[in-house]
């Protein structure tokens, strides 16, 4: 990878440790991605924040950096592993209560925007299109590449805490995420629902390299939208999709505004009629959606309901306190989204008739990874969330439910 005279004087540490480090990692971030260069960027979203993840040696690595560290970009940070507010109503140790704010202070002392929200795209401004970012949230990335019109690596966290400390990311024009994909997916599910699509994009994100494209996609809604970006960044490396008609023509229609109750998902992209998309084509019908399904869903039922993975933006709050107008949930309901939208839905009044509900409404936390559900004191989870699905099975060890929300209400209120 080259690098400029001032990128190779940092890598041997002639500015200090701290940036020798940061240039440590990118480079062999580049080296490993094909990369040709290194890049500046505009935006840096972290993860690495979740004491779950890190554990004690990431908490200290984070400790000692940020002694010196500072981030050069807008740097915002993914959940964490509890919400401060109602901490008291679960049983958290304290250990992981002093892990999990040690670790926060860090990323303040570093000068990191604690969002704690894993939909950055939906409570900042975005920058203008063909801007580059460096997004370690898998949806985040996928949403910024396919709907936002942005372009950013599917970033690990160390190397998106790299880029926050350098303001630079490796460019790779072999990996670049808006190269045309060269697999091509049939989507064949009559009436889908977020579910579907949450599946759908699971099976991309296992079948597809770098891009995809599908056909036969509807228009999606917020929540569709997240699902399929939430799916797909859970299973593979697949970092971006394209939307197009069956003979692999473009679908462009004008991308949405960031909040509203009324959003139609068709996200533009960079096919056209030129470039070799689709050559490996797949159809994912019946078939491929039950053995996803199955390979996810463990249970009939379960203890607990959670929603919100990735977290739920102001629209799906909104969406979710006029399905449960009048109802309420016969078991604890979680549902978790970022501060800044907690903030909004008690002015709107959609919090307290959400409690009446009998939900729990939690931010700076997310369905995944949380010490919040334990498998000591649950069996399963019923939730419409693919990604939440994937990790409360195979981190928090819990079997799990799966239902679209509209079968979740209809089926757990009263």
Known sequence: MELTKDEEAALKGEKGKTLQLAYRILAATGEATDAERLVPIRWAHLSGVNYNTIGDAGEEFLANLSQDARVVVNTTLNPMGYDPDNVANYEIGDKFIKKQESIKRSYERMGVNTSFSCIPYEIFSLPEKGTRVSFAESNAAIYANSIAHLKTNKESAFSALASAITGKSPYSPVRESNSSPKTHIRFKIENPDELAYGLLGFFAGKVADNSVQLSGVPHMDKRQCKSLCGGMGTSGTCAKFVLSNEEG????????????TTTDYSPSSSVSADDDVGSDTIDFDKKEYQ??????????????ITLGSPQLGLEEISNLTSMVKGKKFKKRCMVFCPRAVKDQI?????Y???ERAGCDILSDCCT???????KDKVDAVTTNSIKGAYYLRN???V????KPLSKIIEEETE
Not at 291 to 304: A, F, V, W
Not at 346 to 350: A, I, T, V
Not at 399 to 402: I, S, T, Y
Request: net charge negative; hydrophobic share 25%; aromatic share 4%.
């Open 291 to 304: 053995n996803i399904y199955d390979e996810l869903n463990t249970t009939d039922r379960g203890d607990i």
């Open 395 to 397: 981190s928090n060890g």
């Open 352 to 354: 307290s008739e959400l």
């Open 249 to 260: 023509e473009e679908t462009t229609k004008k991308p949405p505004p960031t909040v509203t």
């Open 399 to 402: 079997g799990v439910n799966l």
């Open 346 to 350: 008690k002015h709107l009044g959609y």
């Open 368 to 374: 995944c990874l949380t010490p919040l559900i334990s």
